[in-house]
């Protein structure tokens, strides 16, 4: 079974989310709530503001921890199977990867403020940081691909 990258969840998740918006209610079930109804429980604020500054900020530590620690576990001797060895090892195109990873995210995030889903919004983004962050400490915590050889 292949397993989906983030990238076509997120895709998938907004799909489903659009979709949902523009079904029309069943005759026997009750009116959707108008819009003035929505903005009084949902608190409007600005894409830009503190909070989104500092996720933002995070997602890019957790990238560039990403590439820092991959770097790390590849001197060290060890296989990166997630990604092709012409970016892995070519230094520009896998900073382009991790930078395009954080813009990514970034948009998803926009895309979800614009449509109103302001708590997907910010958990987007504290769950790339969660991810990344586990995936950056197990890429530390791997141990050393060379072999030593002890001499007696």
């Given amino acids: 079974m292949k397993t989906m990258s983030l990238t076509a969840i997120l895709v998938s998740v907004l799909a489903c989310l659009s979709h949902a918006q523009d079904a029309t209610p069943l005759p026997d079930t009750p009116a959707p709530q108008t819009k003035p109804e929505v903005a009084a429980r949902l ?3 600005k894409f830009w503001d ?3 500054i500092l996720l933002f900020t995070g997602v890019g530590i957790v990238r560039g ?3 820092a620690s991959t770097k790390n576990f590849l001197a060290r ?3 990166e199977i997630l990604i092709p060895d012409d970016i892995v090892y070519n230094d ?3 900073a382009a990867l991790e930078a395009a990873a954080a813009a990514t995210s970034i948009g998803v995030s926009y895309v979800l403020h614009r449509t ?3 708590k997907m919004e910010r958990w987007l983004s504290i769950g790339h940081i ?3 962050g586990f ?3 197990r890429n530390y915590c791997l141990k050393t691909g060379h072999r030593t050889t002890v001499t007696q």
Avoid: T
Wanted: hydrophobic residues 35%; negative net charge.
């Fill in 92 to 94: 520009a195109a896998f």
């Fill in 77 to 79: 001797g060890r296989q």
């Fill in 116 to 118: 109103h889903h302001h």
């Fill in 130 to 132: 969660a991810v990344g």
């Fill in 135 to 137: 995936g950056d400490v």
């Fill in 50 to 52: 503190r909070e989104n």
């Fill in 65 to 67: 921890m990403d590439f």
């Fill in 43 to 45: 608190p409007e604020h």
